[in-house]
């Protein structure tokens, strides 16, 4: 038994491929293209143990995925593989509906294609994870009950648009052709591996650097944070016994303001490396609002905990100390990004080939 991840040295991929591999013996194929945020160095630790098995590529090759799927005939797969970030988004969409929109409808393709093709008791162990995101449901006001599973979807930034797409097609495809399909839409994620573009690592990479922490427009847009390794799990969980075609909302309940966010991890820091003088807090500035900000999400995550019962291991505080600690020791891995070392080591690597 084999299972194929795309996206996997990216963020949550990264996590939930070291998560995979500590927890079962099965083999993970790891199709991922090294955008500027995919990172092998991600799944160094791993390295080595001769269950990962790394491909370089892109979703969007239907002929790579033919022979990825024929080859290593997987049980599962489990869609990571994304643009993932709002402002790059509003800079330049079309990225997102290539690998977002387009590089899922070549993936459902290649995964029906292989699917019709499994003897019946492969076909009934089959699944097709989507991995999506709470933005696609819109924004909240302040009143208004946390997203549940039917809210309808009214996404707002090309990135969201792009993810709403794609889950759309992950639907059809499960009506109209039943493939066997379960999607999860979580809330936002922190932890290790986040690339620095993100609030949460660029707030520590900042601080620690001296530099201002840009906080968009008041600071009062809500999200709802969970740590990854809790996403790791859920994932885990709707893979094993998620119902086919339903969604999922992944969440922990934890809605805080952005501001409040950056504030309490400024109180983290001034403990773990403290300043000569004052506190990381006086970096904190305010910066012109990004266009189309939604102003809340919440996750009502009531389903997976009933059906499945999975729940949050972390709370906000415990996943934030976390996530300190660990971009604290491990300033090499943000110094590497931020210099273009990690770029540099990717294109003299993989000048011309496919495969890893
Ligand atoms: P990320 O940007 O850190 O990683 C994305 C990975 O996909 C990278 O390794 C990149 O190289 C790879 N990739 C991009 N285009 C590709 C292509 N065409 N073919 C193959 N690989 C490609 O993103 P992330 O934060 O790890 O998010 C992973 C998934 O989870 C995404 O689908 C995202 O929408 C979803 N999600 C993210 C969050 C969050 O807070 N980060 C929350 C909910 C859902
Ligand atoms: P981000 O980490 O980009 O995730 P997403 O847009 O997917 O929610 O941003 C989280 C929140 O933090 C979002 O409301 C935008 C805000 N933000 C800032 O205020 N300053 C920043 O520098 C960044 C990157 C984000």
Request: with cysteine; glycine share 8%.
């Amino acid at each position: 038994m084999t299972i194929f991840v795309t996206g996997g040295a990216g963020f949550i991929g990264s996590n939930f491929v070291i998560d995979w591999t500590a927890a079962s013996s099965e083999p993970v194929v790891n199709l991922d293209k090294l955008t500027y945020a995919g990172n092998l160095q991600n799944l160094s630790q791993i390295e080595g143990r001769g269950r990962h098995i790394f491909v370089k590529g892109d979703i969007c090759d239907n002929e790579l995925l033919a022979c990825i799927l024929q080859e290593y005939k997987p049980r599962a797969i489990v869609n990571f593989a994304a643009e993932s970030h709002v402002d790059r988004s509003i800079e330049g969409p079309s990225e997102f509906i290539e690998t977002n929109v387009v590089g899922t409808f070549k993936l459902l393709e290649a995964a029906k294609n292989y699917f019709n093709g499994l003897p019946d008791v492969e076909k009934e162990r089959f699944r097709f994870l989507h991995i999506s995101t709470d933005e696609v449901y819109g924004s909240l006001s302040s009143s208004e009950p946390a997203f549940q599973e039917n809210n309808r979807y009214e996404p707002n930034s090309p990135y969201s648009a792009s993810k709403a797409a794609s889950d759309h097609l992950v639907r059809a495809y499960h009506s109209t052709y039943g493939l066997p399909t379960l999607t999860t839409n979580c809330s936002n994620n922190y932890g290790p591996y986040q690339f620095p573009e993100k609030l949460i690592p660029l707030c520590i990479h900042n601080a620690l650097s001296g530099k201002k922490l840009p906080i968009y427009g008041d600071g009062q847009q809500i999200r709802d944070w969970l740590y990854v390794t809790d996403h790791c799990t859920a994932i885990r969980r709707v893979l094993e016994s998620g119902r086919l075609g339903e969604t999922y909302n992944i969440g922990g309940w934890n809605e805080k303001a952005n501001l409040d966010v950056v504030k309490a991890l400024c109180v983290i820091l001034d403990e773990l490396r403290p300043l000569n003088t004052g506190s990381y807090e006086d970096q904190i500035t305010f910066v012109p609002d990004r266009p189309g900000h939604d102003r809340r999400y919440a996750i009502d995550a009531s389903k997976i905990e009933r059906d499945l019962g999975w729940k949050p291991v972390e709370t906000f505080e415990s996943g934030l100390r976390k996530t300190a600690e660990w971009y604290l020791a491990n300033m090499q891995w943000t110094a590497a990004i931020t210099s273009g070392e990690y770029r540099q080591w990717v294109e003299t690597q993989y000048r011309g080939g496919h495969l890893g």
